[in-house]
């Protein structure tokens, strides 16, 4: 590997997020904080927990980072030709557009992205904070990686708000406190931007759509035809693929079984 590649953004990114994350761990321990009296009390189970969750949180986090959010090969391989062929089959009023940035054909529901430099399948976004794209692979991963690290940083934020004493002088309160007091400010800012991307996520999960598509639903050609959001099966449904991947199929099929259904229903109205 060559040493400028140590430099790069997304070394640099998860290298932050991982000291900061220990950084913080630190603290709450250093402190006389909750976690600090259960292991003066010998009651070390919730410490453990704690831990644990940390540990989890940062994994989850370097495993959506790193792993592939869902890429359109260059190069289609066997699997994907039968795809393919598959969707050829399926009638479709809006034919796949060909990438002017990659040259790939771009399924339904994918996007380049240009910090990535490659097509993304069902992409939602590109997080700075990881460095990555969330796409069709990843997604549900973030989502988790958003539930298990909102309930470590409110956990966190308990543990900071339990060690501020304020009965003490204000000059001997800054030395002792001031660093708790710091900490405890960043993981508010940080709970309510997790609060809030986790809400908004849950959401977008619920009627099957993405951030990409809700913010340019006007400037999409399969969305912009049509009245309603052509992928949304129901909740139990839409949580069901997203999570489990059930029931399986193409965008491409599910964008023409709704098509069908619009036009039945346009011709029951009239």
């Known amino acids: 590997m060559a040493p400028w590649a140590l430099l790069s953004p997304g070394v640099l990114v998860r290298t932050g997020h991982t000291v900061l994350t220990w950084g913080i761990t630190l603290v709450l321990f250093l402190h006389d904080t909750a976690l600090r009296q259960w292991e003066e ?32 090969n260059v190069q289609p391989q066997p699997q994907e030709e039968v795809k393919e062929e598959q969707t050829a089959m399926v009638p479709q009023a809006i034919p796949l557009r060909r990438c002017r940035y990659c040259l790939v054909l771009q399924p339904l529901r994918a996007r380049h992205c240009r910090e990535c430099r490659r097509c993304v399948r069902r992409y939602d ?72 991307l986790l809400a908004s996520h849950l959401y977008l999960v619920a009627g099957n759509t993405t951030t990409w598509e809700l913010i340019s639903s006007h400037r ?34 599910l964008w023409a079984e709704g098509e069908e259904e619009e036009e039945e229903g346009r011709s029951q109205a009239v």
């Open 41 to 72: 009390q010998g009651e070390l189970l919730l410490p453990l927990t704690f831990l644990l969750l940390v540990l989890g949180s940062l994994l989850l986090y370097l495993a959506v980072s790193l792993m592939d959010p869902g890429y359109v």
């Open 125 to 196: 976004h590109h997080c700075p904070w990881m460095e990555n794209c969330v796409g069709e692979r990843n997604h549900p991963l973030f989502v988790a990686y958003l539930a298990l690290q909102l309930v470590v940083l409110l956990w966190s934020l308990y543990l900071a708000w339990s060690g501020l004493h304020f009965f003490q002088p204000w000059g001997l309160w800054l030395r002792s406190s001031g660093l708790l007091f710091a900490t405890f400010l960043l993981l508010s800012l940080f709970s309510l931007v997790a609060s809030l």
């Open 220 to 253: 999409i050609a399969y969305l912009r035809q049509r009245s309603s959001n052509p992928f949304d099966r129901g909740l139990t449904r839409n949580l069901a693929h997203f999570f489990c991947g059930w029931p399986s199929g193409s965008w491409e099929t």
